[in-house]
Protein backbone atom coordinates (compact mmCIF):
# COMPACT_ATOMS: atom_id res chain seq x y z
CA UNK A 1 0.00 0.00 0.00
CA UNK A 2 2.62 2.98 0.63
CA UNK A 3 4.11 2.07 -2.41
CA UNK A 4 0.86 2.64 -4.00
CA UNK A 5 0.07 5.38 -2.27
CA UNK A 6 3.63 7.33 -3.17
CA UNK A 7 3.06 6.73 -6.68
CA UNK A 8 -0.32 8.58 -6.86
CA UNK A 9 0.96 11.20 -5.35
CA UNK A 10 -0.12 14.52 -7.03
CA UNK A 11 3.15 15.45 -9.03
CA UNK A 12 1.92 17.53 -12.28
CA UNK A 13 -0.28 20.50 -12.85
CA UNK A 14 -3.58 19.82 -14.68
CA UNK A 15 -2.94 19.31 -18.60
CA UNK A 16 -6.06 21.04 -18.98
CA UNK A 17 -9.03 19.13 -16.99
CA UNK A 18 -10.28 22.18 -15.61
CA UNK A 19 -6.99 23.80 -15.61
CA UNK A 20 -7.04 23.65 -11.62
CA UNK A 21 -5.17 21.52 -9.99
CA UNK A 22 -3.17 19.07 -10.11
CA UNK A 23 -3.92 15.19 -11.29
CA UNK A 24 -2.50 12.08 -10.15
CA UNK A 25 -0.29 9.58 -12.58
CA UNK A 26 -2.15 7.37 -14.23
CA UNK A 27 -2.94 4.48 -12.04
CA UNK A 28 -1.43 0.66 -12.56
CA UNK A 29 -3.79 -2.06 -13.09
CA UNK A 30 -4.13 -3.59 -9.80
CA UNK A 31 -3.56 -7.19 -9.73
CA UNK A 32 -7.17 -8.33 -9.43
CA UNK A 33 -7.07 -12.10 -10.94
CA UNK A 34 -7.47 -13.44 -7.37
CA UNK A 35 -10.99 -11.38 -7.16
CA UNK A 36 -11.78 -12.46 -10.54
CA UNK A 37 -12.10 -15.46 -9.33
CA UNK A 38 -13.83 -14.83 -6.89
CA UNK A 39 -16.82 -12.78 -9.02
CA UNK A 40 -16.91 -16.06 -10.91
CA UNK A 41 -18.54 -17.69 -7.81
CA UNK A 42 -20.86 -14.61 -7.74
CA UNK A 43 -24.65 -16.12 -8.74
CA UNK A 44 -25.58 -14.35 -11.94
CA UNK A 45 -28.91 -14.39 -10.61
CA UNK A 46 -28.89 -13.20 -7.19
CA UNK A 47 -29.68 -9.45 -7.85
CA UNK A 48 -32.90 -11.34 -9.55
CA UNK A 49 -33.81 -12.52 -6.29
CA UNK A 50 -33.10 -9.69 -3.97
CA UNK A 51 -35.92 -7.68 -3.11
CA UNK A 52 -36.25 -4.98 0.07
CA UNK A 53 -38.86 -2.96 0.98
CA UNK A 54 -38.21 0.95 0.25
CA UNK A 55 -36.16 2.66 2.70
CA UNK A 56 -35.73 6.28 3.79
CA UNK B 1 -5.62 24.81 15.88
CA UNK B 2 -9.31 25.36 16.04
CA UNK B 3 -11.55 22.25 16.13
CA UNK B 4 -13.28 22.01 13.00
CA UNK B 5 -16.84 24.14 13.03
CA UNK B 6 -19.11 21.48 11.97
CA UNK B 7 -19.98 18.08 13.95
CA UNK B 8 -21.10 15.28 11.64
CA UNK B 9 -22.57 11.67 11.80
CA UNK B 10 -24.18 9.17 9.15
CA UNK B 11 -26.94 7.11 9.45
CA UNK B 12 -27.09 4.20 7.09
CA UNK B 13 -29.81 1.68 6.14
CA UNK B 14 -28.22 -1.52 5.29
CA UNK B 15 -30.35 -4.11 2.91
CA UNK B 16 -30.56 -7.55 4.16
CA UNK B 17 -30.98 -11.16 2.45
CA UNK B 18 -30.79 -14.67 3.50
CA UNK B 19 -29.72 -17.75 1.31
CA UNK B 20 -33.11 -19.58 1.33
CA UNK B 21 -35.51 -20.82 -0.97
CA UNK B 22 -38.91 -18.77 -1.31
CA UNK B 23 -39.70 -15.38 -0.26
CA UNK B 24 -37.38 -13.10 2.49
CA UNK B 25 -39.53 -11.79 5.15
CA UNK B 26 -37.01 -8.75 5.44
CA UNK B 27 -38.57 -6.91 8.07
CA UNK B 28 -38.08 -10.14 10.25
CA UNK B 29 -34.74 -10.43 9.33
CA UNK B 30 -34.17 -7.27 10.25
CA UNK B 31 -35.38 -7.47 13.60
CA UNK B 32 -33.48 -10.92 14.09
CA UNK B 33 -30.52 -9.12 12.72
CA UNK B 34 -30.55 -6.60 15.07
CA UNK B 35 -31.92 -8.66 18.30
CA UNK B 36 -28.48 -10.81 17.23
CA UNK B 37 -25.95 -7.78 18.82
CA UNK B 38 -23.35 -9.08 20.58
CA UNK B 39 -21.83 -5.65 21.24
CA UNK B 40 -23.05 -4.36 24.97
CA UNK B 41 -25.78 -1.57 24.72
CA UNK B 42 -28.86 -1.07 26.70
CA UNK B 43 -31.88 -2.10 24.77
CA UNK B 44 -35.71 -0.84 23.63
CA UNK B 45 -35.09 2.58 26.11
CA UNK B 46 -34.99 4.91 22.96
CA UNK B 47 -37.04 7.98 23.30
CA UNK B 48 -39.36 8.88 20.89
CA UNK B 49 -41.23 10.87 22.47
CA UNK B 50 -39.32 13.63 21.62
CA UNK B 51 -38.65 13.02 17.90
CA UNK B 52 -40.82 14.86 15.40
CA UNK B 53 -40.50 14.34 11.50
CA UNK B 54 -43.10 16.71 10.74
CA UNK B 55 -41.48 19.83 11.95
CA UNK B 56 -40.11 21.57 8.54
CA UNK B 57 -36.93 23.89 8.52
CA UNK B 58 -38.99 26.45 6.29
CA UNK B 59 -41.52 27.66 9.92
CA UNK B 60 -44.42 24.88 9.70
CA UNK B 61 -45.27 21.68 10.85
CA UNK B 62 -46.63 19.31 7.45
CA UNK B 63 -50.05 17.71 8.89
CA UNK B 64 -48.53 14.59 6.86
CA UNK B 65 -45.84 12.79 5.27
CA UNK B 66 -46.55 11.14 2.13
CA UNK B 67 -45.32 7.93 3.41
CA UNK B 68 -47.39 8.32 6.89
CA UNK B 69 -50.09 5.86 4.44
CA UNK B 70 -47.68 2.78 3.91
CA UNK B 71 -46.27 3.55 7.87
CA UNK B 72 -49.72 2.52 8.49
CA UNK B 73 -50.18 -0.15 6.66
CA UNK B 74 -46.40 -1.55 8.27
CA UNK B 75 -47.74 -0.26 11.76
CA UNK B 76 -50.94 -2.80 11.27
CA UNK B 77 -49.08 -5.50 9.00
CA UNK B 78 -46.66 -5.46 12.35
CA UNK B 79 -49.06 -5.70 14.38
CA UNK B 80 -49.38 -9.44 13.52
CA UNK B 81 -46.13 -10.19 14.49
CA UNK B 82 -46.39 -11.11 17.96
CA UNK B 83 -44.06 -8.86 19.01
CA UNK B 84 -44.10 -5.43 21.16
CA UNK B 85 -43.51 -2.09 18.90
CA UNK B 86 -40.10 -1.57 20.91
CA UNK B 87 -39.49 -5.42 20.03
CA UNK B 88 -40.07 -4.74 16.47
CA UNK B 89 -37.69 -1.42 16.49
CA UNK B 90 -34.93 -3.69 18.98
CA UNK B 91 -33.29 -0.03 19.53
CA UNK B 92 -30.27 -0.71 20.94
CA UNK B 93 -28.07 2.64 22.28
CA UNK B 94 -24.30 0.65 22.01
CA UNK B 95 -20.87 1.63 24.11
CA UNK B 96 -19.30 3.39 21.48
CA UNK B 97 -22.63 5.83 21.47
CA UNK B 98 -24.16 4.80 18.17
CA UNK B 99 -27.23 3.91 17.38
CA UNK B 100 -28.62 0.29 15.85
CA UNK B 101 -32.14 -0.53 15.45
CA UNK B 102 -34.81 -2.00 13.02
CA UNK B 103 -35.77 0.90 10.83
CA UNK B 104 -38.90 -0.12 9.23
CA UNK B 105 -37.54 -3.26 7.17
CA UNK B 106 -33.37 -2.28 7.52
CA UNK B 107 -31.42 -2.49 9.88
CA UNK B 108 -29.86 0.92 10.63
CA UNK B 109 -26.66 2.24 11.59
CA UNK B 110 -26.25 5.61 12.73
CA UNK B 111 -22.55 6.39 13.77
CA UNK B 112 -22.32 8.78 16.90
CA UNK B 113 -21.64 12.35 16.43
CA UNK B 114 -17.58 13.45 15.16
CA UNK B 115 -16.42 16.30 15.29
CA UNK B 116 -13.11 14.48 12.89
CA UNK B 117 -13.53 12.95 9.19
CA UNK B 118 -11.16 10.37 11.04
CA UNK B 119 -13.71 9.59 13.80
CA UNK B 120 -15.97 8.92 11.16
CA UNK B 121 -14.22 7.04 9.18
CA UNK B 122 -13.62 4.50 12.45
CA UNK B 123 -16.53 4.65 13.30
CA UNK B 124 -18.63 4.23 9.82
CA UNK B 125 -15.81 1.10 9.46
CA UNK B 126 -17.17 -0.23 13.00
CA UNK B 127 -20.37 0.21 12.08
CA UNK B 128 -19.57 -2.68 9.39
CA UNK B 129 -17.63 -4.81 11.79
CA UNK B 130 -20.65 -4.81 14.31
CA UNK B 131 -22.91 -5.98 11.30
CA UNK B 132 -20.56 -7.97 10.35
CA UNK B 133 -21.01 -10.25 13.68
CA UNK B 134 -24.62 -9.93 13.81
CA UNK B 135 -24.87 -11.66 10.31
CA UNK B 136 -22.45 -14.26 11.57
CA UNK B 137 -24.06 -14.38 14.67
CA UNK B 138 -27.65 -15.22 13.02
CA UNK B 139 -26.38 -17.31 10.07
CA UNK B 140 -24.86 -19.68 12.99
CA UNK B 141 -28.18 -20.08 14.81
CA UNK B 142 -30.38 -20.50 11.58
CA UNK B 143 -27.43 -22.39 9.83
CA UNK B 144 -28.36 -20.62 6.86
CA UNK B 145 -26.21 -18.08 5.21
CA UNK B 146 -27.29 -13.73 6.21
CA UNK B 147 -26.35 -11.44 3.82
CA UNK B 148 -25.70 -7.77 4.37
CA UNK B 149 -25.49 -5.15 1.64
CA UNK B 150 -24.08 -1.47 2.33
CA UNK B 151 -26.29 -0.58 -0.60
CA UNK B 152 -29.10 1.92 -1.42
CA UNK B 153 -31.27 -0.59 -4.00
CA UNK B 154 -32.09 -3.51 -4.85
CA UNK B 155 -32.54 -2.62 -8.70
CA UNK B 156 -36.39 -2.84 -8.94
CA UNK B 157 -37.21 1.00 -7.53
CA UNK B 158 -36.91 0.25 -3.55
CA UNK B 159 -34.23 2.39 -2.29
CA UNK B 160 -33.21 2.97 0.81
CA UNK B 161 -30.54 5.62 2.43
CA UNK B 162 -27.47 6.60 3.77
CA UNK B 163 -28.19 9.98 5.32
CA UNK B 164 -25.74 12.65 6.80
CA UNK B 165 -26.24 14.83 9.51
CA UNK B 166 -24.66 18.29 9.81
CA UNK B 167 -24.78 20.27 12.96
CA UNK B 168 -25.53 24.13 12.43
CA UNK B 169 -25.56 27.26 13.65
CA UNK B 170 -29.30 28.24 13.51
CA UNK B 171 -28.20 31.84 12.47
CA UNK B 172 -27.52 30.50 9.11
CA UNK B 173 -30.88 31.54 7.65
CA UNK B 174 -32.67 28.36 5.79
CA UNK B 175 -33.00 30.34 2.54
CA UNK B 176 -29.68 30.95 2.31
CA UNK B 177 -28.88 27.06 3.42
CA UNK B 178 -30.80 25.30 0.54
CA UNK B 179 -30.49 27.61 -2.05
CA UNK B 180 -26.65 26.99 -1.61
CA UNK B 181 -26.46 23.35 -1.35
CA UNK B 182 -28.48 22.64 -4.13
CA UNK B 183 -25.43 22.66 -6.75
CA UNK B 184 -23.12 21.07 -4.47
CA UNK B 185 -25.53 18.33 -3.77
CA UNK B 186 -26.55 17.91 -6.95
CA UNK B 187 -22.89 17.11 -8.40
CA UNK B 188 -20.60 16.04 -5.89
CA UNK B 189 -21.98 12.85 -7.11
CA UNK B 190 -19.30 13.03 -9.59
CA UNK B 191 -17.41 11.75 -6.79
CA UNK B 192 -19.37 10.60 -3.87
CA UNK B 193 -21.59 8.09 -6.11
CA UNK B 194 -21.12 4.67 -5.83
CA UNK B 195 -21.83 3.63 -9.06
CA UNK B 196 -24.67 1.63 -10.39
CA UNK B 197 -25.66 -1.35 -12.99
CA UNK B 198 -28.75 -0.02 -13.54
CA UNK B 199 -31.47 2.64 -14.90
CA UNK B 200 -34.53 2.68 -12.15
CA UNK B 201 -37.57 4.88 -11.60
CA UNK B 202 -38.99 5.46 -8.17
CA UNK B 203 -40.75 1.70 -8.09
CA UNK B 204 -39.21 0.15 -11.10
CA UNK B 205 -36.70 -1.50 -12.99
CA UNK B 206 -36.10 0.75 -15.83
CA UNK B 207 -33.26 -0.83 -18.31
CA UNK B 208 -30.01 -1.71 -17.67
CA UNK B 209 -26.93 0.84 -17.70
CA UNK B 210 -24.13 1.85 -15.54
CA UNK B 211 -24.70 5.13 -13.55
CA UNK B 212 -21.78 6.94 -11.12
CA UNK B 213 -24.78 6.86 -8.58
CA UNK B 214 -27.58 4.54 -6.30
CA UNK B 215 -29.33 7.19 -5.43
CA UNK B 216 -29.95 9.71 -8.27
CA UNK B 217 -32.96 8.38 -9.38
CA UNK B 218 -35.20 8.62 -6.55
CA UNK B 219 -35.29 12.38 -6.47
CA UNK B 220 -38.44 14.45 -7.51
CA UNK B 221 -38.78 17.73 -5.46
CA UNK B 222 -36.81 20.77 -4.61
CA UNK B 223 -37.58 20.66 -0.80
CA UNK B 224 -39.60 18.53 1.25
CA UNK B 225 -39.82 16.96 4.51
CA UNK B 226 -40.69 13.59 2.99
CA UNK B 227 -37.86 10.88 3.25
CA UNK B 228 -39.75 7.67 1.72
CA UNK B 229 -41.81 8.63 -1.39
CA UNK B 230 -40.69 11.99 -3.83
CA UNK B 231 -37.72 12.32 -1.94
CA UNK B 232 -36.07 16.01 -2.41
CA UNK B 233 -32.82 17.02 -3.13
CA UNK B 234 -32.92 19.16 0.32
CA UNK B 235 -34.33 17.92 3.03
CA UNK B 236 -36.31 20.10 5.40
CA UNK B 237 -36.72 17.42 8.27
CA UNK B 238 -36.23 20.23 11.21
CA UNK B 239 -35.36 17.92 13.92
CA UNK B 240 -31.55 19.78 15.00
CA UNK B 241 -31.32 17.23 18.69
CA UNK B 242 -29.81 19.87 19.86
CA UNK B 243 -30.83 23.08 21.49
CA UNK B 244 -33.56 24.33 18.74
CA UNK B 245 -32.13 28.63 19.05
CA UNK B 246 -29.20 27.98 18.72
CA UNK B 247 -28.93 24.86 16.61
CA UNK B 248 -30.06 23.21 13.29
CA UNK B 249 -29.37 19.65 12.22
CA UNK B 250 -28.72 20.09 7.91
CA UNK B 251 -30.23 16.01 6.91
CA UNK B 252 -29.18 15.05 4.03
CA UNK B 253 -30.42 12.11 2.13
CA UNK B 254 -29.31 12.27 -1.44
CA UNK B 255 -26.53 10.67 -0.84
CA UNK B 256 -25.26 6.90 -1.57
CA UNK B 257 -23.43 4.73 0.81
CA UNK B 258 -20.05 4.47 0.22
CA UNK B 259 -17.36 1.53 0.48
CA UNK B 260 -14.68 3.69 -0.05
CA UNK B 261 -13.43 5.16 3.36
CA UNK B 262 -11.85 7.58 1.08
CA UNK B 263 -14.87 8.25 -1.12
CA UNK B 264 -17.23 8.97 2.37
CA UNK B 265 -13.79 10.92 3.76
CA UNK B 266 -14.67 13.48 0.60
CA UNK B 267 -18.46 13.38 0.25
CA UNK B 268 -18.95 14.56 4.19
CA UNK B 269 -15.74 16.15 4.72
CA UNK B 270 -16.51 18.49 1.66
CA UNK B 271 -20.15 18.95 2.25
CA UNK B 272 -19.12 20.32 6.14
CA UNK B 273 -16.28 22.52 4.05
CA UNK B 274 -19.06 23.78 2.24
CA UNK B 275 -21.33 24.49 4.92
CA UNK B 276 -18.59 26.18 7.13
CA UNK B 277 -17.65 28.46 4.07
CA UNK B 278 -21.89 29.19 4.30
CA UNK B 279 -21.71 29.98 7.64
CA UNK B 280 -18.51 32.66 7.23
CA UNK B 281 -20.27 34.23 4.21
CA UNK B 282 -23.88 33.05 3.57
CA UNK B 283 -24.13 36.08 1.15
CA UNK B 284 -22.02 34.49 -1.02
CA UNK B 285 -23.14 33.85 -4.60
CA UNK B 286 -23.06 30.13 -5.30
CA UNK B 287 -23.70 28.34 -8.96
CA UNK B 288 -27.61 27.90 -9.56
CA UNK B 289 -29.07 24.97 -11.75
CA UNK B 290 -30.89 26.24 -14.63
CA UNK B 291 -32.64 22.46 -13.60
CA UNK B 292 -31.71 20.93 -10.47
CA UNK B 293 -34.09 17.56 -10.88
CA UNK B 294 -33.12 17.12 -14.15
CA UNK B 295 -29.88 17.26 -13.80
CA UNK B 296 -29.40 14.79 -10.90
CA UNK B 297 -30.21 11.75 -12.89
CA UNK B 298 -28.60 13.15 -15.88
CA UNK B 299 -25.06 13.96 -14.66
CA UNK B 300 -25.78 10.32 -12.91
CA UNK B 301 -26.23 8.65 -16.57
CA UNK B 302 -23.55 10.70 -18.33
CA UNK B 303 -21.95 8.18 -20.33
CA UNK B 304 -19.52 10.93 -21.69
CA UNK B 305 -18.34 11.61 -18.01
CA UNK B 306 -18.04 15.16 -19.03
CA UNK B 307 -21.10 15.90 -17.07
CA UNK B 308 -22.30 19.05 -18.67
CA UNK B 309 -25.23 20.80 -17.18
CA UNK B 310 -26.89 24.21 -17.25
CA UNK B 311 -26.47 27.38 -14.71
CA UNK B 312 -29.36 29.64 -14.20
CA UNK B 313 -30.01 31.83 -17.37
CA UNK B 314 -29.18 28.93 -19.63
CA UNK B 315 -25.15 29.13 -19.12
CA UNK B 316 -23.36 25.96 -20.15
CA UNK B 317 -21.08 24.35 -17.24
CA UNK B 318 -20.00 21.37 -16.00
CA UNK B 319 -20.47 19.38 -12.61
CA UNK B 320 -16.59 19.84 -12.29
CA UNK B 321 -16.78 23.28 -12.72
CA UNK B 322 -19.74 23.48 -10.16
CA UNK B 323 -17.25 21.79 -8.08
CA UNK B 324 -14.70 24.14 -8.30
CA UNK B 325 -16.37 27.06 -7.32
CA UNK B 326 -17.13 25.36 -4.28
CA UNK B 327 -13.95 24.63 -3.77
CA UNK B 328 -12.55 28.59 -4.46
CA UNK B 329 -15.63 29.18 -1.92
CA UNK B 330 -13.98 26.86 0.82
CA UNK B 331 -10.57 28.12 0.22
CA UNK B 332 -11.40 31.70 0.32
CA UNK B 333 -13.17 31.84 3.39
CA UNK B 334 -12.72 28.52 6.05
CA UNK B 335 -9.98 28.34 8.18
CA UNK B 336 -7.88 25.46 7.13
CA UNK B 337 -5.61 25.17 10.09
CA UNK B 338 -6.90 21.72 10.87
CA UNK B 339 -4.85 19.11 9.66
CA UNK B 340 -7.10 17.13 8.28
CA UNK B 341 -9.19 19.93 5.98
CA UNK B 342 -6.17 21.04 4.31
CA UNK B 343 -5.24 17.56 3.33
CA UNK B 344 -8.94 17.26 2.22
CA UNK B 345 -9.39 20.27 -0.05
CA UNK B 346 -5.77 19.05 -1.61
CA UNK B 347 -7.80 15.49 -1.97
CA UNK B 348 -10.50 17.00 -3.55
CA UNK B 349 -8.68 19.37 -5.73
CA UNK B 350 -6.32 16.68 -6.94
CA UNK B 351 -9.56 14.28 -7.49
CA UNK B 352 -11.94 17.21 -9.97
CA UNK B 353 -8.24 17.11 -11.99
CA UNK B 354 -8.15 13.37 -12.11
CA UNK B 355 -11.50 13.06 -13.38
CA UNK B 356 -11.27 15.69 -15.75
CA UNK B 357 -8.37 14.27 -17.00
CA UNK B 358 -9.88 10.73 -17.07
CA UNK B 359 -11.93 9.24 -14.83
CA UNK B 360 -10.15 5.74 -14.50
CA UNK B 361 -7.22 7.70 -12.56
CA UNK B 362 -9.71 7.79 -9.93
CA UNK B 363 -10.10 4.16 -9.66
CA UNK B 364 -8.35 3.76 -6.50
CA UNK B 365 -9.96 6.10 -4.40
CA UNK B 366 -13.84 6.37 -5.72
CA UNK B 367 -16.35 3.84 -5.91
CA UNK B 368 -18.10 4.59 -9.12
CA UNK B 369 -14.58 4.27 -10.49
CA UNK B 370 -13.20 0.97 -8.40
CA UNK B 371 -16.68 -1.06 -9.12
CA UNK B 372 -16.71 0.17 -13.08
CA UNK B 373 -13.39 -0.55 -13.60
CA UNK B 374 -13.74 -3.80 -11.68
CA UNK B 375 -16.96 -5.14 -13.20
CA UNK B 376 -15.52 -3.94 -17.13
CA UNK B 377 -12.32 -6.23 -16.55
CA UNK B 378 -14.89 -8.75 -15.47
CA UNK B 379 -17.35 -8.57 -18.18
CA UNK B 380 -14.68 -8.33 -21.04
CA UNK B 381 -13.13 -11.45 -19.90
CA UNK B 382 -16.08 -13.63 -19.61
CA UNK B 383 -17.62 -11.92 -22.73
CA UNK B 384 -21.17 -10.56 -20.72
CA UNK B 385 -23.45 -8.54 -22.85
CA UNK B 386 -24.64 -5.22 -20.78
CA UNK B 387 -27.95 -6.14 -20.66
CA UNK B 388 -26.71 -9.36 -18.24
CA UNK B 389 -28.20 -9.20 -14.96
CA UNK B 390 -24.87 -10.80 -13.71
CA UNK B 391 -24.10 -6.99 -13.52
CA UNK B 392 -26.07 -6.21 -11.03
CA UNK B 393 -25.39 -9.35 -8.85
CA UNK B 394 -21.80 -8.30 -9.10
CA UNK B 395 -22.58 -4.74 -8.53
CA UNK B 396 -24.47 -6.12 -4.89
CA UNK B 397 -21.58 -8.18 -4.49
CA UNK B 398 -19.27 -5.01 -4.40
CA UNK B 399 -21.50 -3.35 -1.43
CA UNK B 400 -21.38 -6.92 0.63
CA UNK B 401 -20.19 -6.55 4.27
CA UNK B 402 -18.18 -9.60 4.26
CA UNK B 403 -14.99 -9.79 4.30
CA UNK B 404 -13.99 -12.57 2.56
CA UNK B 405 -16.68 -12.19 -0.47
CA UNK B 406 -17.76 -8.41 -0.79
CA UNK B 407 -15.88 -7.26 -3.89
CA UNK B 408 -14.99 -3.78 -2.12
CA UNK B 409 -13.30 -5.49 0.37
CA UNK B 410 -11.44 -7.94 -2.11
CA UNK B 411 -10.07 -4.37 -3.57
CA UNK B 412 -8.85 -3.06 -0.32
CA UNK B 413 -7.41 -6.75 0.20
CA UNK B 414 -5.60 -6.70 -3.59
CA UNK B 415 -3.90 -3.64 -2.70
CA UNK B 416 -6.13 -1.49 -5.25
CA UNK B 417 -7.76 1.07 -2.96
CA UNK B 418 -5.59 3.97 -1.15
CA UNK B 419 -6.90 5.47 2.32
CA UNK B 420 -7.94 2.29 3.71
CA UNK B 421 -8.14 3.38 6.88
CA UNK B 422 -6.44 1.85 10.07
CA UNK B 423 -8.42 -1.15 11.71
CA UNK B 424 -7.09 -0.55 15.03
CA UNK B 425 -8.48 2.95 14.90
CA UNK B 426 -11.89 0.99 13.70
CA UNK B 427 -11.64 -2.08 16.00
CA UNK B 428 -11.43 0.59 18.76
CA UNK B 429 -14.69 2.70 17.70
CA UNK B 430 -16.35 -0.86 17.91
CA UNK B 431 -15.93 -0.15 21.78
CA UNK B 432 -15.17 3.27 22.05
CA UNK B 433 -17.29 6.60 21.53
CA UNK B 434 -15.54 9.72 19.94
CA UNK B 435 -13.74 11.72 22.88
CA UNK B 436 -14.56 15.11 20.94
CA UNK B 437 -18.44 14.96 21.01
CA UNK B 438 -21.10 14.43 24.03
CA UNK B 439 -20.99 10.82 22.56
CA UNK B 440 -18.55 10.65 24.66
CA UNK B 441 -21.04 10.93 27.63
CA UNK B 442 -23.70 8.73 26.40
CA UNK B 443 -21.22 6.04 25.31
CA UNK B 444 -19.35 5.66 28.75
CA UNK B 445 -22.91 6.09 30.50
CA UNK B 446 -23.70 2.88 28.44
CA UNK B 447 -20.51 1.44 28.96
CA UNK B 448 -20.89 2.02 33.23
CA UNK B 449 -24.35 2.28 34.11
CA UNK B 450 -26.67 0.18 31.47
CA UNK B 451 -28.80 -1.48 33.77
CA UNK B 452 -30.03 2.59 35.22
CA UNK B 453 -30.36 4.12 31.92
CA UNK B 454 -34.16 4.49 31.72
CA UNK B 455 -34.32 6.41 28.53
CA UNK B 456 -31.82 7.96 25.88
CA UNK B 457 -32.21 10.13 22.34
CA UNK B 458 -29.35 11.97 20.92
CA UNK B 459 -29.61 15.56 22.87
CA UNK B 460 -30.34 13.68 26.70
CA UNK B 461 -29.77 10.43 28.59
CA UNK B 462 -32.11 10.03 31.59
CA UNK B 463 -30.90 7.56 34.56
CA UNK B 464 -32.63 5.94 37.50
CA UNK B 465 -31.01 7.44 40.57
CA UNK B 466 -31.22 6.31 44.23
CA UNK B 467 -33.85 9.07 45.18
CA UNK B 468 -35.41 9.17 40.95
CA UNK B 469 -34.44 9.23 37.64
CA UNK B 470 -31.27 11.74 36.69
CA UNK B 471 -31.78 13.76 33.38
CA UNK B 472 -28.61 14.88 31.27
CA UNK B 473 -29.47 17.24 29.32
CA UNK B 474 -27.08 16.92 26.14
CA UNK B 475 -28.83 19.53 23.62
CA UNK B 476 -25.98 22.32 24.35
CA UNK B 477 -23.12 19.87 24.46
CA UNK B 478 -20.85 21.12 21.98
CA UNK B 479 -17.75 23.26 23.50
CA UNK B 480 -14.86 21.28 23.72
CA UNK B 481 -14.01 22.41 27.49
CA UNK B 482 -17.48 21.66 28.36
CA UNK B 483 -17.50 18.07 26.83
CA UNK B 484 -13.86 17.66 28.86
CA UNK B 485 -15.59 18.80 31.87
CA UNK B 486 -18.65 16.59 31.17
CA UNK B 487 -16.15 13.48 30.75
CA UNK B 488 -14.31 13.70 33.34
CA UNK B 489 -17.00 13.74 35.61
CA UNK B 490 -18.65 10.27 34.08
CA UNK B 491 -15.14 8.76 34.24
CA UNK B 492 -14.92 9.44 37.92
CA UNK B 493 -18.66 8.35 38.69
CA UNK B 494 -18.76 5.27 40.63
CA UNK B 495 -22.77 5.28 40.29
CA UNK B 496 -25.41 6.94 38.61
CA UNK B 497 -25.92 9.53 41.87
CA UNK B 498 -22.53 10.81 40.82
CA UNK B 499 -23.92 12.57 37.19
CA UNK B 500 -26.62 14.70 39.60
CA UNK B 501 -23.54 17.50 39.18
CA UNK B 502 -24.17 17.10 35.44
CA UNK B 503 -28.15 17.04 35.53
CA UNK B 504 -27.97 20.32 37.69
CA UNK B 505 -26.41 22.27 34.64
CA UNK B 506 -28.53 24.84 33.21
CA UNK B 507 -28.93 23.94 30.03
Not at chain 1, 2 to 21: F, H, L
Not at chain 1, 23 to 46: A, H
Not at chain 2, 272 to 298: I, N, Q, T
Not at chain 2, 305 to 313: A, G, H, S, V
Request: hydrophobic residues 35%; aromatic residues 8%; charged residues 25%.
Amino acid sequence: MPDQAQKTRPTAPSPGGGGEGPVSPKVDKPNVEELLKRMRKVDPDQAKRYRQRTGQ
Amino acid sequence: MTPPLIQFGLETEIGIARDTEGEVDVVAESIALVRSATQPGVWMCWDYESEDPHADMRGFRVQELRQDADEANYFAQDAQRELSQAEIKSDLVLGNGARFYNDHAHPEYCTPECSTLAELLAHDRAGEHILMACAKELSEQSRTTVRLYKNNTDFCGHSYGCHENYLLPRSLPWEYLAQAMQAFLVTRQVFAGAGKFALEAEDRFVAAGFQIAQRSDFFSELQSVDTMQRRPIINTRDEPHANPSLYRRFHVILGDANMSPFATRLKVGTTALVLEALVRDPKRKYPRLAHPLAALPAVSRDQTFRWELRLQDDVPSTALEVQWAYLKAVKDLCHLDHPEQAELVTDWETVLADLAADYRRCRDRLDWTAKLALVREFQAAQKIPDEHPWLQSLDLEYHRLDASEGLYYGLEQSGAMRHVPDETASLQAVQHPPASTRAYVRGKCVQKFAGAILSAQWDHITLQGSDGPIKLSLLDLFAPEEILHYAAVVDAARTPDDLKALANVPS
